[in-house]
């Protein structure tokens, strides 16, 4: 950005270079507010220039999530962490999560996070049986009131949890 | 003194402050040293992303310019490479080569990381910072480039300078952010705080059904719409003021103080976690950090 040996005489171009070099970069960091103004299915987010989408996104009383439920052999369904469905950190975890269920890989997706939950030391992941992809619809006043039944609930898939057949008398 | 080099001087003070070569040399190891350990206490999480089922594959910056990933082994020596770039540029070694090429890095594995369905934006300012301190004299004191030159290093507008683009540039994306809100769907009526209030639920529900743990400040205080009315007219108040806080030094130390509180309070309320806010590393342009050197030292004669 700044030249380091300066020009006999030069400093004031020197200065002038480095004005406009800082005012390119933060031009640059203010460009993608452009997005802002168009149609919500033409805007394109960026890294590491972006005009923040969660800040403008439409928000409603309820919210749907794409998740994995484990079910144990007495019929008991509980929330599998998200590990299970991929790497990456929660949020880009469920964005894959959304796009693998939109594009018809719901079922490769509980086979992948059934064999991982075979693998799973966890006491709580030890009794589950099968795994289901799903999207839960929640009510969000609902769901705060201390209700943590779903609104409605679509299964996608299911895979059954790949555990090894032990012997006759053997120990787990 | 005329009309004009009156003008000339005071917009020199204001947009390229005189400052000694500590202040960016400072800068360069505080950002150096965050950096160095934000990549290596994620490097298996790194080298999984890398491994990603490619079809999920959506790349975002500069991997724009890929079609596929690249194959693993590759994304992995790029990181490698990167962390290497890190500890050259944090101790100031060949920062002529070392310093541009540590931001070209790390540009493109936080965007290569970023180029699988979510993009992470609290990574943007730091590599925007870095590109600056990368980019401009910021070893040429506190580093082993300076070890070697020894020669008097006066104060300059070219030290000061690099804090003062860092500033304008997080200043600028706060801007940013406070456009998208009141551009959104409910233009200024989102400072009702109706649409945080959403935000919140829609990111605690997200992790009680993805297995996280969810923040019990943000269920408590969910009942209690007022309360995100005062939240979001002071985050939105903070956020359009960021440029204001570029005209004065002091102005700006107290916007610094409040966005650095804005964002322990977003990790009370919705338990989210901007390291590099959290930790005030974004802030540290807007301090004089270079009067702390003296009592370093001190403290280092007493040992």
């Known amino acids: 950005m700044t030249p380091r040996t300066p020009p006999p005489g030069g400093e004031r171009l020197q200065k002038a270079l480095t004005l406009m070099a800082a005012a390119g970069l933060v031009t640059a960091v203010l460009v993608p507010l452009r997005q802002s103004w168009r149609p919500p299915a033409e805007r394109r987010d960026g890294f590491p220039l972006s005009y923040y989408p969660m800040f403008s996104a439409r928000r409603r009383r309820t919210g749907t999530v794409v998740h994995l439920l484990g079910v144990d052999a007495g019929g008991e369904s509980r929330v599998l962490h998200h590990r299970h469905a991929g790497t990456g950190g929660m949020n880009q975890v469920r964005r894959q999560m959304n796009r693998r269920v939109a594009r018809g890989g719901a079922a490769e997706l509980a086979a992948e996070a059934a064999r991982s939950v075979a693998t799973s030391s966890r006491p709580t992941e030890r009794g589950v049986v099968e795994v289901q ?27 059954t949890v790949p555990r090894p057949t032990l012997p006759a008398g053997g120990r787990r | 003194m005329s009309r004009l080099d009156r003008l000339q001087r005071g917009l020199d003070q204001t947009l390229l402050p005189s400052a000694p070569a500590t202040r960016p040399a400072l800068l360069r190891i505080v950002n150096g040293v965050y950096t160095g ?42 990181l490698y490479a990167g962390l290497a770039a890190d500890v050259a540029f944090t101790a100031g070694l060949w920062h002529r080569v070392t310093g541009p090429a540590h931001a070209a890095l790390l540009l493109w594995t936080l965007s290569y990381r970023n180029s699988w369905s979510m993009v992470f934006h609290h990574d943007n300012a730091l590599v925007l910072h870095t590109a600056v301190l990368g980019c401009t004299p910021s070893a040429d ?28 540039v997080t200043a600028a994306s706060y801007l940013v952010t406070a456009i998208a809100k009141v551009k959104g769907p409910l233009g200024w009526s989102w400072v009702r705080g109706e649409s945080l209030r959403s935000q919140i639920a829609a990111d605690a529900l997200r992790k009680a059904l993805l297995g996280e743990q969810v923040s019990s400040t943000g269920t408590r205080l969910y009942p209690h719409t007022r309360v995100f009315t005062v939240l979001a007219a002071g985050s939105l108040a903070l956020e359009l003021a960021a440029p204001l806080a570029l005209l004065d030094r002091r102005l700006a130390r107290l916007w610094s103080v409040g966005v650095f509180g804005l964002h322990w309070g977003i990790k009370v309320v919705m338990g989210i976690r901007f390291r590099h806010h959290l930790t005030g590393v974004i802030y540290a342009p807007s301090f004089p950090l270079e009067r702390l050197l003296p009592l370093g030292r001190r403290l280092l004669r007493r040992r």
């Open chain 2, 37 to 78: 350990v934000y990549l290596a206490r994620r490097v298996r999480m790194f080298r999984r992303v890398h491994r990603t089922d490619p079809s999920l594959f959506a790349p975002v910056g500069p991997v724009r310019v890929l079609r596929r990933p690249l194959p693993p082994v590759v994304a992995d020596g790029l």
């Open chain 2, 141 to 168: 004191a506190l580093s082993v480039d300076a070890l070697h030159t020894r020669a008097p290093r006066p104060d300059s507008w070219r030290y000061g300078t690099p804090g003062r683009v860092m500033e304008a």
């Open chain 1, 133 to 159: 992809v799903v999207s839960s619809t929640h009510r969000y006043d609902d769901f705060f009131a201390g209700d943590p039944g779903p609104l409605r609930r679509t299964v996608h898939a299911t895979a």
